[in-house]
């Protein structure tokens, strides 16, 4: 569905999951609620990831880290390349309707 076009509006993918993990989509032209919604969503997510790596160049040079603060590193890590990923699927399937 991503990237698809459906009666002059573009299916969106959300930063969102729905029910069981299932990805969610908008139809629109980019100007509604639910898409500015969107984008205010994936700049937290962008802007959390960058202090994220911040967090991880600190802890990784630290000498004495133990296996649980890199388990939770490497589980947040996890997540926010998950949202990251999510945000560049979206983005690069509305560049391509572009074209």
């Known amino acids: ?4 076009r459906y009666e002059g509006c573009a299916a969106r993918l ?3 999951t729905g029910s069981e993990g299932k990805p969610c989509y908008v139809l629109g032209d980019g100007s509604g609620y639910v898409s500015r919604l969107a984008d205010g969503i994936e700049g937290v997510q962008l802007d959390m990831a960058d ?3 911040e967090h ?3 802890l990784l040079g630290e000498p004495r880290v133990t296996r649980s603060e890199l388990h939770f590193l490497a589980s947040r890590l996890s997540e926010s390349l998950r949202d990251v990923k999510r945000v560049a699927e979206s983005r ?3 560049l391509e309707g572009r074209a």
């Not at 569905?1 to 698809?4: H, L, Q, W």
């Open 1 to 4: 569905m991503r990237g698809e």
């Open 56 to 58: 991880a160049a600190d």
């Open 92 to 94: 690069g399937a509305r």
């Open 14 to 16: 959300l930063p969102w």
């Open 51 to 53: 202090e994220l790596l």
